[in-house]
């Protein structure tokens, strides 16, 4: 089973920025899409990136980059402001060929973004 892992997370002032990583690991797999999801405390878990296309989102503030050299996705938050305070998650459409070929969704364990004002 593959697996996602996030980093990057933590607090910082309003006005300054954090970079996210997440990275996929597992044997004989490749990866259909790789997107960034934002849950802010109390509410539901809401797209925030997805990697197709690339570019930047979220009131320009925001910028997805994917090393596909490295299986791994980064989100680049500039700007940041208290209302971007949450829980990011990395998830992946994987397609796996060890034991057959099958399709299955991934979720990263989520990583914390606090910003104060």
């Known amino acids: 089973q593959v697996k996602l892992v996030e980093s990057g997370g933590g607090l910082v002032q309003a006005g300054g920025s954090l970079r996210l990583s997440c990275a996929a690991s597992?044997?004989?797999?490749?990866?259909?899409?790789m997107d960034w999801y934002w849950q802010a405390p109390g509410k539901q878990r809401e797209l925030v990136a997805p990697s197709t296309g690339g570019g930047s989102t979220v009131e320009g503030r925001f910028t997805i980059a994917r090393d596909n050299a490295k299986n791994t996705v980064y989100l680049q938050m500039n700007s940041l402001k208290p209302e971007d305070t949450g829980v990011y998650y990395c998830?992946?459409?994987?397609?796996?060929?060890?034991?057959?070929?099958?399709?299955?969704?991934?979720w990263g364990q989520g990583t914390q973004v606090t910003v104060s004002s």
């Open positions: 998830n992946a459409r994987i397609r796996d060929y060890s034991g057959g070929v099958r399709e299955y969704d991934v």
């Open positions: 597992g044997s004989m797999f490749s990866i259909r899409s």
